[in-house]
């Protein structure tokens, strides 16, 4: 089966994958690290701005796949220090309605470029 890839310009891939890949119905979003497009570095900040702009990286790539946050199925969070947890959740909170998308958090020992969180999401085409 050919896959069928989406490329946004707002955001940034630091290996050999797709930003995001259809498959029927379902489309996934590889993980996003707050890399700035601009700059390609890690943005600058506490873990709100890092989930900000890991938000504001894949959300791009929604927009490239003609989908929007209310498509969003499912989302995995990975964090390098679950004290984070609480402040991650504020921001993750404003960026979806109810009802929410299904999720996991998960703690991992680091993430690519040092960053302290990286997210990735399952859309459903409709």
């Not at 989302?75 to 390098?80: M, R, W």
Request: proline share 5%; with cysteine; hydrophobic share 45%.
């Amino acid at each position: 089966m050919k896959r069928e890839a989406f490329t946004a310009e707002g955001a940034v891939s630091v290996g050999p994958y797709s930003h995001a890949v259809a498959s029927g119905e379902l489309v996934y979003l590889s993980g996003q690290t707050p890399i700035e497009a601009e700059t390609g570095k890690l943005v600058q900040g506490d873990i709100a701005a890092q989930t900000e702009q890991c938000f504001k990286n894949l959300f791009n790539v929604l927009a490239a796949a003609g989908l929007t946050p209310d498509h969003v199925v499912k989302v995995n969070v990975y964090l390098t220090d679950m004290a984070n947890f609480e402040a991650m959740n504020q921001v993750y909170a404003r960026q979806f309605t109810a009802p929410y998308p299904a999720r996991t958090t998960i703690g991992v020992a680091s993430l690519p470029l040092g960053a302290q969180v990286e997210l990735e999401m399952i859309a459903r085409r409709s």
